[in-house]
């Protein structure tokens, strides 16, 4: 066998293993774009046909075989809105305080920190049944969309308030210490300065949020519950969008062509709320940049 | 109370706002703040030790040393800006206009109004140019616009920055230049009409024609203002101010070794470590 230059077979080597290698990465690259585009691909060709404005406004018959979402639609809308005005002050709130309040390393803010990094990755099927215990029975909540709201409220407390706190604790120490040194109070500091600065992580915080809240399924089963009527209260049990699409596609036979529709609107709706939460921060930030 | 305190405002000082007085003799030996036997420690280690020396009244202070000699410490002692640090320990005295600043109980909000502070690294907040001067205003309790807006016109103009902002002062402020920006900190601390200006290296970050822009600000703010100025720029340091005070590493403490006027420091200073230093022989 003929001894090839030691050059040429490092460089043949070298050039197949960095093809292989490329061809690797994009491959990676190109599966999860088309993992994406199958699933989104799926729900509209499946769903685009079903769907109409009557079918946004109308509510459900035949157990959603046939009519709409209208009263789902609102339900959902209600519950991440009980959910997002419970968790955003109180989150915003915490962050606030263990980036700006806690020592570096202290004991207790540690400990919340390490709770809320384990409460993060808690099956959303556990918060369900606490809601369930909590809110509905020991509060007496029942099955409403206030029980449900909160209960999505604690499940998306985690990681808002980690996203938060990551994003203030980024924020430049210079200004810290400059509205400190000009004799501005902490709170306005905070308020004025360092909330507004970290704006792009809180916004950031949302969007997981939200996206999280607006797909669950169970836990809101056992809190919100499935009745599929208009809610006429919080206090109404409702039925949310995604409990929806769940039940059409495993209880109701026929129900395919409606469930898929329902996905279709659902991932409209994800893509409108971030849309939305970007602009509104965006918004509030120039408000401030800008004179107010 | 709105009128109140717009009133101790502006009031307050015994400097109005109005031209920046130049000239000769530019400051009177009168202290402004007395420094007693400060020693600052963080946590076990002391970086301070015992340094005395007095602050006078509309004169340029420079503090010059090596780097680590406690300089900033001592600097951010003055306006207890210290106190951020939690570990962060003071003993001694400092008293501004006689009042006590260490022992006592002290509103800091007034006393970093009144003693205000310029990093070595312009700080401007992200926000419009207008709005980095209207917040301590606002925070200050100052509520008439046309008053607010009038203050920021003079601060401006005081930086030598209006002619090149006014006709965008809602643009963000970290649009502008870092000597642009250091500017602005300097006329932030400027609206809200302090006694004294401490500034921490203010030049060293800045490119060599803005930093000759801000120290020949700094020149003019002298007899309006007492200032307090750490350099590790002895031509700078012999430039701008009236007194010095040489710090040095003993022992990993930081001490006080000489403080006088400037020119005699530099010219016939009185320790051989003072002489060392300025002749670029140490540190």
Known sequence: MAKRGLEDASTAAGTIAERLFTLLVWGAAALVVAMLLWVLGDVLVMGLSHLSWEFIVAAPED????????????????????????????????????????????????????????????PSIVYGLFGNAFFSLYLGLGFSLLAGGLTLACMILPVFIRTCEAGLSMVNNDWRRGALALGMSRTSAIWHILLPAAAPAIVAGLILGIGRATAETAALIFTSGYVDRMPGSLLDSGRALAVHIYDLSMNVSGGDGAAYASALILIGLIVVLNTLAQWLAERWLSRRILNS | ?????????????????????????????????????????????????????????????????????????????????????PAARLSGQVLFDGQELLGAPVDVLTLRRRIGMIFQKPNPFPLSIQRNLELPLKEHGVRDKQLRAHKIETALRDVGLWDEVADRLQASALSLSGGQQQRLCIARALVLEPEILLMDEPCSALDPIAAAVVEELIQRLRGRYTVVIVTHNLAQARRVANYAAFFWMKERVGKLIEFGQCQQLFETPGHALTAAYVSGASG
């Open chain 1, 63 to 122: 157990a959603g075989r046939r009519g709409g979402i209208g009263p789902i639609l609102v339900s959902t809308l209600l519950i991440l809105l009980v959910a997002l005005a419970a968790a955003v002050p109180l989150g915003l709130a915490v962050a606030v305080w263990l980036a700006e309040f806690t020592r570096r390393g202290g004991r207790f803010a540690n400990s919340i920190r390490l709770t809320l990094d384990v409460l993060a990755g808690v």
């Open chain 2, 1 to 85: 109370m709105k009128a109140e305190s717009d009133k101790t405002l502006v009031n307050s000082g015994p400097y109005t706002l109005g031209e920046i007085r130049e000239g000769t003799p530019c400051c009177e030996p009168v202290p402004h703040l007395q420094v007693r036997n400060l020693s600052v420690a963080y946590g076990q280690q002391s970086v301070l030790d015992n340094v005395s020396l007095d602050i006078f009244q509309g004169c340029i202070t420079a503090l010059i040393g090596p780097s680590g000699c406690g300089k900033t410490s001592f600097l951010s002692s003055l306006n207890k800006l210290i106190e951020l640090a």
